[in-house]
């Protein structure tokens, strides 16, 4: 089968598509035929080198954490799911991998009929971690929102799985994606300068909680939410520790976590059946900012690298999907 894969630490243009061993489902997975796949930012800079002295890799390194397609493997202990569902969900920390034709999921969730591939392939990374970040603020209804970086692949999802806590959200942007955030239930302001300003004008009253999908301004986060314990950031920003900000990560074991400086935080999976509900509601949606073949995946790394997609960069299996 093919996969994406890179074997050594350097630009976009390292990533390619590696014809290997098929893998199967071992105990409680599944393993499907894949439609479509995520790109994870977090590997673009595991790739660049930019981490390596905090998360070495072993290579060659197969990209990819979520994923959507058919069932085609159900693995010993596996039940309610059925060769021929159609189903998206996430790998395992430590197996990676869902940019590839079979793909091993360690949870997972029926796909909404709302959905098309593309959507489903990019949504498990982003829900998970959304609900894992929301459920640590504890964000529920009648809460003020902040969401710094509302407009990329994690953002797009916190804003609606926020706002279907009934939450009223704030969301940064740069200004050409305000409709596009007023559209998925935010209140638009953009980042950097007079920040804080800006925020206090739209929530007079105070701001709950913030969940920074950015980095980079971590000491205004912490004056809007009046708490840092009312902070938690996704980005392995140097501030955090300092200003006593979490930094919340699934990591795959105790090791990675310790180096990020911050322990793993447990994988919130809960969050996928949420969303199959809401998006069966119409109530989610999964923005696609771009879809390339996967033989296209150094291109979508490049893309990624940008940092102004508008919502998940995906790869199809197929060029039709
Ligand atoms: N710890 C975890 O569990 C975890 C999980 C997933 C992702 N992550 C990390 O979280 C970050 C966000 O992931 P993602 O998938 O949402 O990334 P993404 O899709 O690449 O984010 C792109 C968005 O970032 C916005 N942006 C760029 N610079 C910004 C700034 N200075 N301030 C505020 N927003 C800015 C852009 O908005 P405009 O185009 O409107 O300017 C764009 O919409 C990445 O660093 C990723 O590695 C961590």
């Known amino acids: 089968m093919r996969t994406v894969q890179f074997t050594e630490y350097g630009p976009a243009s390292v990533v390619h598509v590696a014809e290997v061993e098929e893998p199967h489902a071992g105990p409680n997975e599944i393993r499907v035929a894949a439609r479509a796949s995520g790109i994870s930012p977090g590997e673009t800079a595991l790739r660049a080198g ?25 693995g010993e202990g596996v039940t309610g799911v059925n060769v021929g569902d159609e ?15 079979f793909v091993i999921l360690s949870a997972w969730a029926p796909k909404p009929a709302a959905w098309t591939w593309q959507e489903a392939g990019g949504a498990a990374g982003g829900v998970e971690t959304a609900t894992r970040v929301l459920d640590r603020l ?38 050409h994606n305000h409709d596009f955030l007023r559209s998925l239930g935010a209140e638009p302001t953009t980042y950097g300068t007079g920040l804080v300003e800006r925020v206090r004008a739209l929530a007079p009253d105070g701001v709950d909680a913030v969940f920074d999908c950015a980095g980079g301004a971590l ?70 900012a771009a879809a390339f073949p996967l033989t296209e995946a150094a291109a979508a790394h490049e893309l990624s690298e940008s940092r102004h997609a508008r919502g998940k ?8 999907i």
Not at 90 to 95: A, G, L
Not at 155 to 162: C, D, I, K, M, W
Not at 236 to 244: I, K, N, Q, T
């Open 219 to 288: 000491p205004d986060l912490v004056a809007i939410a009046g708490d840092p314990a009312r902070v938690v950031t996704i980005v392995p920003d140097p501030a955090a520790a300092a200003l006593g900000v979490h930094l919340s990560h699934s990591a795959p074991d105790d090791k990675t976590g310790e180096a990020v400086g911050a322990p793993a935080d447990p994988m919130a999976v809960h969050g996928l059946a949420v969303a199959v509900a809401l998006a069966d509601e119409g109530r989610l949606r999964v923005p696609v």
């Open 87 to 101: 189903v998206f969900g996430m790998t395992s920390m430590t197996r990676r991998g869902a940019n590839a034709d």
């Open 313 to 320: 960069i995906v790869l199809v299996n197929q060029d039709s």
């Open 138 to 175: 504890a964000v529920g209804t009648g809460h003020t929102v902040l969401v710094q970086g509302a407009a990329g692949g994690v953002g797009t999802l916190a804003v609606q799985l926020a706002a279907a806590r009934g939450a009223t959200v704030i969301g940064t942007a740069s200004e």
């Open 50 to 74: 930019r981490l390596r002295d905090m998360v070495p890799l072993a290579f060659p390194y197969r990209t990819g954490f979520d994923a959507a397609g058919v069932v085609d493997e159900v």
